[in-house]
């Protein structure tokens, strides 16, 4: 029984949640292989090589796979299915795109967003914005399976020493084309990478108290800055700053939640960090239920204070 994990990556290097995806084959047995298509991808594939674990590297290099079109990726994807037992994706915005693609194409059940693999085929998945947790058994011969990346820990990204199979990639499917992109240029560690995250909620009141409270906070930690939905639906902060079940789901070593009720979620997207911190001057808010720290205070107080004395 082999495993395929397909790699997130911009060309140049693996992304992490290649890593924890890598981690979730390895549970579900057998021997584990990457595969990295890509355009003048080699140096993210010598990277796959070296990735604890993976007994080989699936190589494709097309001019076809520059942009990461759903649609070629796929083509790639199912033209070396007959050899897998299992199809990993990373439940980021590419691995969504494509995976649903491949299930549909093999005729197979897609299994979303697991977090734990109890057996080959059994494992488990949050529903209802993670306040159940459902197992999940499929009979499908070829599993397609999305990995909360949160769920699993990283493989070591040094190590390994996996065989490199060049592969000829499929024709351009034609069915779609890339027209452009604007890519947001981040000052801070980009949110869901995050080793420390500082998010603020509708409790601030404005976009600009968000920015006069939030920032100093956060340049002091070396943080993110994250934000509940509420903040965002008021244009105190922006789209891609959004933690929870419509957000980013994010598992930092470090949370604090700055005037953020914990509505389940906001909770969704966050409850699996290490060490949560919550500031909120209602005592009967459901964030302290979760959190490892609470301080009931007011925020426009407590934290310039935290800010004074870190």
């Not at 995806?21 to 003048?40: I, K, P, R, Y």
């Not at 306040?131 to 190590?159: L, Y």
């Not at 720290?293 to 934290?303: M, N």
Request: contains cysteine.
């Amino acid at each position: 029984m082999s495993i395929l994990v397909i790699a997130e990556h911009d060309h140049a290097s693996i992304k992490g949640a290649t890593l924890n995806t890598v981690t979730a084959a390895l549970a579900c047995g057998g021997d584990v292989h990457v595969l990295v298509a890509g355009s003048a991808s080699g140096a993210a594939a010598s990277a796959a090589v070296q990735i604890s674990g993976v007994a080989k590297v699936l190589h494709a290099d097309s001019a076809a796979f520059a942009n990461h079109l759903a649609e070629n990726v796929a083509a790639q994807v199912l033209a070396l299915a007959s050899s897998y037992s299992h199809i990993l994706f990373a439940a980021t915005a590419n691995g969504k795109n494509v995976a649903p693609r491949v299930a549909a194409k093999l005729d197979v059940a897609q299994i979303s967003d697991i977090t734990k693999v109890e057996a080959a085929d059994t494992f488990e998945r949050p529903i209802y914005a993670g306040n159940a947790i459902a197992t999940v058994k499929s009979a499908d011969a070829i599993k397609v399976i999305t990995v909360r990346t949160t769920g699993f820990d990283p493989a070591a990204a040094s190590g390994g020493s996996a065989a490199v199979e060049a592969l000829t990639a499929p024709a351009d499917s034609g069915k779609s084309a890339f027209v452009g992109s604007e890519i947001a240029k981040l000052d801070r560690p980009e949110l869901t990478a995050a080793k420390i995250i500082v998010s603020g909620g509708r409790a601030l009141g404005s976009a600009e108290k968000f920015n006069e409270v939030m920032t100093p906070l956060a340049d002091k930690l070396g943080a993110a800055l994250g934000a509940s939905r509420a903040a965002v639906d008021a244009g105190y902060a922006p789209n891609d700053w959004q933690v929870g079940q419509t957000g980013k789901i994010v598992a930092p070593q470090l949370y604090v939640a700055c005037g953020i009720s914990g509505a389940i979620q906001h909770l969704a997207g966050m409850k699996d960090s290490k060490v949560i911190v919550a500031i909120n001057k209602d005592p009967e808010a459901p964030i302290f239920s979760v959190a490892d720290f609470g301080l009931e205070a007011d925020l426009f107080t407590a934290v310039p204070e935290l800010v004074g004395k870190l």
